[in-house]
């Protein structure tokens, strides 16, 4: 069991056919909010194997981890990123930004971790393990040097990056991109006015063509900001939705890790 469909479908990339890997959440689920049900506990306890993402980005959950290291075999795959590289907005441990995946080198890094926990629980997996790692990383790498012309393109022309939460800041600092949002780093916070007026001098200091609601979270208040933009003769599209913490439904574009990137990379492109 993986918490989420992003995490699972990393999982799925490594394990092959080996296991049967089943996400927590379904897609579409916003994971800072989650709440474990009795359904999930029993899915839970009963895995052969829990993987997670950490960095509080399951924030409801953090203990449910912390007992079942007791009796469960479980892989925390934020372990294998360095602590340096993490993005941090305060010095308390929930305030680490949970959103590596948008670093495509960060997530890499996170699942070569989760392969080499995977070989050890499993030493008999461990040469179908390396050769299906060797395969998805290369596509990660591919992934990777187009998110870079993109990006790169865009900066040429000045651009900036504005989303509902934010979930895009290792995407900004990996890439090169300035990116601004409404929301912190978890969807609990509600923005305030003071959010909404700073977001629309923003749009208008840059000229911001188009600015990205989420899947997992409502674009009520992104409207409000389109409005308040348009009364200051600033027009902007109201983009999107972007794939921010959950993948879309199976046998979509944007229903594995790779083409949800890549979805989110063409839209804001």
């Known amino acids: 069991v993986a918490t989420t ?8 990339n490594l394990v092959g056919e080996n296991a049967e890997v089943v996400a927590l959440m379904p897609a579409g689920v916003d994971p800072h909010l989650y709440k474990a049900s009795v359904r999930d506990l029993d899915l839970l306890t009963n895995a ?3 993987v997670y993402h950490g960095l509080y980005l399951e924030g409801k959950m953090t203990e449910i981890f912390e007992k079942l290291t007791l009796t469960q075999s479980i892989i925390d795959v934020s372990q294998g990123v360095p602590q340096d590289q993490l993005i941090r907005s305060g010095p308390e441990a929930h305030s680490v930004d949970p959103h590596i995946w948008f670093d495509i080198n960060l997530w890499s890094k996170a699942l070569k971790h989760a392969s080499e926990e995977l ?5 008999e997996w461990r040469s179908i393990i390396e050769l299906n790692s060797a395969t998805y990383f290369k596509k990660l790498e591919t992934l990777e040097q187009e998110t870079r012309t993109k990006v790169n393109e ?6 900036v990056l504005v989303t509902a939460h934010d979930a895009f800041a290792y995407f900004g600092k990996a890439y090169g991109l300035e990116v601004y949002s409404l929301q912190g780093l978890s969807t609990l916070s509600e ?3 003071r959010d909404l007026t700073e977001l629309i001098q923003i749009i208008q200091e840059h000229q911001v063509k188009a600015i990205f609601a989420e899947q997992t979270i409502s674009p009520k208040a992104l409207k409000a900001v389109a409005n308040g933009a348009a009364e200051k003769k600033q027009n902007v599209q109201l983009a999107g939705p972007l794939y921010t913490d959950s ?5 979509t574009p944007a229903g594995t890790y790779l083409g949800m990137f890549a979805t989110n990379l063409n839209i804001i492109y």
């Open 247 to 251: 993948l879309d439904a199976p046998d």
């Open 119 to 123: 070989a050890k629980w499993k030493p």
């Open 5 to 12: 469909s992003i995490l699972a479908d990393g999982i799925k």
């Open 154 to 159: 865009l900066k040429s022309k000045n651009q």
């Open 191 to 193: 923005p305030g006015l």
């Open 48 to 50: 052969d194997l829990v």
